[in-house]
């Protein structure tokens, strides 16, 4: 009964197939918006984690000057006191629970291979940084303990510096100019790709913290201190410590703020994460309401196909169908019609996001709960819109229905 | 054997409201039994066609009492009247009314898809039913693909097609040519005498109601004459 419905459902949506596409064109327009935006949206989500995975897991940044969002006065005219050797050098005596700690500054200078230049991230900072970052060397060597002493003249480059310098040719053992002083490349880091936010991870310089620090910043600060927390030690346990012994080695008395600030990598990204989601959510309210402007187009079809169609509900009720089966009868159709445009509105709404994907290269992440509400959901808008013009047809008094036209 | 099937008792049925009130069947007393053949006549909007949806159970009397198979179907609710239309009436139109982009077949099986028969023995009954009425081979045509004449043998076989009690057909051939007009009576006719089937027509013509063995006929909203053919032995 209820697939002979379905059948014959079907084929008076056939029937007027133009009418229908049309018809349908709210609900698919609605669908494929919603699967395209929460796809795309849960892609960006996994990407934006991943790229802050890529920055260290575990991670803590120390920064000079307070942290933001603590108030009080004195922001400005308190100078910034800068980190300094002696605040790393406690964190490497004190620290427990830390699986690398390194120093490291760093400034957009601009890289020069004979006529070729580049304008590069460049950090000085130790061979630690590597293990702190999670990066890893395709060749060559880290810094040895007395090239980081004593700040010889040594790098090692991302993946993009090498293209744009040396083409598909080996770079170790190059003399590149970065600013005005000179240095041997003695290794290539690992190809990282582009961050969430468009910046290149492999337009990058490393070079011992003492050669950056006397041959392009000119000074002994250190900008960063990078903490990697080992397996066993959360984040969130590691972070108060650091605090400890930093004030301790800056002496800061009891009734004083940080003058450093602390971020959690994890943190951030999990913010990070729900940002996106928010706004996934917001443009997914975009999205409904496209899907009731659907449900009106369905509403308005359907009343049409039942005035059109009163001589044979007429026919119908006069040869014994109850008042449910004429019910039943245009609910399904209605069901039907937006299920169908349900499906196409899925079918588009993949394709955007696969395109999409492409395009920004997050990964294409539809999900089986998020198709299969839409399935639901689009068949829901058919059952609650068609109900009103089915019942109207239900309603129709046999006799006024046969003799209409 | 002579039950009634059908029995007015004083039946009013009115439209509109004070000035304005139409009163369509003014007192009607009539009784048809089971096996009858009535032809139902007189001049237009003298009632019949009310009395055939009242007969029909498609409508029910302002006043009075109109019982169907011994039950007062004139107080029941639409669904209960749609069970016995659906049960036990047949019903042939002037138009004949049948589904259009839909073939025979399927026109005839559509009184069985409310009884909730089961696909095969739908089939196999609309065949019979369209063997019934001479249509063999003609099942999967469209309406738009058979003569009127043709559309109304679908339409009788959609009649009979649930062994109704009663055939209700309001001027059945009211849109034929002679020759289709008398094939039409002929089947009706066999249909009465072959499977007992009780048959209320309405017609203006008079040799169309020569083939009913009774005949009524409504002046103004009553009944004017009901006159019975003597058998001829
Ligand atoms: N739904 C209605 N509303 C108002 N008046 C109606 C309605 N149906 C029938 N009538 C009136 O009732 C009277 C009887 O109508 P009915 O259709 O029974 O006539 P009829 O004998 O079948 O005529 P015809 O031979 O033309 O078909 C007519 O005066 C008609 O105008
Ligand atoms: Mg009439």
Redesign the interface.
């Known amino acids: 009964?209820i697939w002979?419905t379905v059948r014959l459902s079907l084929r008076s949506i056939r029937?007027n197939v133009l009418r229908s596409f049309l018809t349908l064109l709210g609900i698919v327009i609605g669908v494929a918006a919603v699967i395209a935006m929460l796809t795309i949206g849960s892609g960006t989500t996994a990407k934006v984690k991943s790229d802050i995975a890529k920055l260290g897991s575990n991670l803590l940044v120390v920064r000079s000057g307070r942290p933001a969002g603590t108030g009080g006065p004195g922001g400005l005219d308190q100078a910034v006191r800068p980190l300094a050797d002696k605040d790393v050098a406690a964190l490497v005596a004190h620290l427990t629970g830390a699986r690398a700690i390194s120093p490291a500054s760093q400034k957009q200078v601009r890289v020069i291979f004979g006529t070729e230049s580049l304008t590069s991230g460049v950090t000085g900072t130790d061979s630690a940084y590597l293990d702190a970052r999670d990066w890893k060397l395709v060749s060559g060597r880290r810094f040895s303990d007395s090239e980081t002493r004593s700040g010889t003249g040594v790098c090692l480059i991302g993946e993009t510096v090498r293209q744009q310098f040396f083409g598909a040719g080996e770079p170790e053992g190059e003399i590149i100019r970065v600013n005005r002083t000179s240095c041997k490349i003695i290794g290539l880091l690992e190809p990282k790709g582009y961050t969430g936010f468009g910046q290149d991870q492999d337009n990058v310089v490393l070079m011992p913290l003492a050669a950056y620090q006397r041959r392009i910043a000119g000074n002994r600060d250190i900008d960063n201190i990078y903490v990697a927390a080992d397996d066993r030690t959360p984040t969130t346990e590691l972070q108060p410590r650091v605090e400890d012994i930093l004030r301790d080695t800056r002496r800061i008395t009891p009734d004083r703020e940080d003058d450093f600030s602390i971020r959690d990598m994890t943190q951030i990204a999990d913010a990070m994460a729900s940002a996106t989601t928010t706004m996934t959510g917001m443009l997914g309210a975009v999205a409904g309401v496209s899907l009731l402007v659907g449900g009106i187009g369905i509403m308005n079809i359907m009343l049409v196909s039942v005035t059109e169609r009163t001589?044979?509900i007429?026919?119908?009720?006069?040869?014994?169908?109850?008042?449910k089966?004429i019910l039943i009868q245009f609910l399904v159709e209605a069901t039907v019609l937006s299920l169908l445009g349900g499906i196409i509105g899925i079918l588009i709404g993949l394709a955007l996001a696969g395109l999409a994907s492409a395009t920004l290269t997050i990964p294409f992440a539809p999900s089986p709960a998020v198709i299969l509400l839409a399935v639901g959901f689009s068949a829901l808008i058919g059952m609650v819109f068609g109900f009103f013009p089915a019942l109207r047809g239900a309603r129709l008094d046999?006799?006024d229905a046969?003799r209409h036209e | 054997m002579a039950a009634a099937l059908i029995g007015f008792d004083t039946v009013w049925k009115s439209y509109g409201q004070g000035e304005a009130k139409v009163h369509a069947l003014a007192g009607v007393d009539l009784t048809i039994k089971r096996g009858e053949f009535v032809a139902i006549m007189g001049p237009s909007g003298s009632g019949k066609s009310t009395a055939m949806?009242i007969i029909?159970c498609?409508?029910t009397p302002t006043a009075g009492t109109y019982s169907f198979m011994g039950i007062d179907a004139g107080r029941l609710d639409?669904?209960r009247r749609?069970?016995l239309?659906?049960?036990y009436i047949?019903?042939v139109?002037q138009g004949y009314?049948?589904?259009?982009?839909t073939t025979a077949a399927e026109n005839v099986e559509?009184?069985l898809?409310?009884?909730?028969a089961p696909?095969r023995e739908r089939r196999e009954l609309a065949m019979q039913a369209l063997a019934e009425v001479g249509l063999v081979g003609r099942e999967h045509h469209t309406p738009a693909e058979l003569s009127g004449g043709q559309q109304q043998r679908v339409a009788i076989a959609?009649a009979i097609v649930?062994t109704p009690t009663l055939l209700v057909a309001d001027e059945p051939t009211g849109n034929l040519d002679t020759a289709r007009t008398h094939e039409i009576m002929e089947l009706l006719t066999r249909l009465n005498r072959e499977l007992g089937l009780t048959i209320a027509m309405v017609t203006h013509e008079a040799d169309v109601a020569e083939y009913a063995e009774r005949t009524i006929r409504f002046l103004d909203g009553h009944v004017a004459s009901d006159s019975s053919k003597l058998e001829v032995a």
């Open positions: 009964m002979e029937r001589r044979e007429g026919i119908r009720l006069a040869i014994g169908a109850h008042e089966h046999p006799i046969l | 949806n029909g498609l409508d639409r669904n749609a069970l239309r659906n049960l047949g019903f139109f009314n049948l589904l259009p982009r559509l009184p898809i409310y009884r909730g696909a959609r649930t």
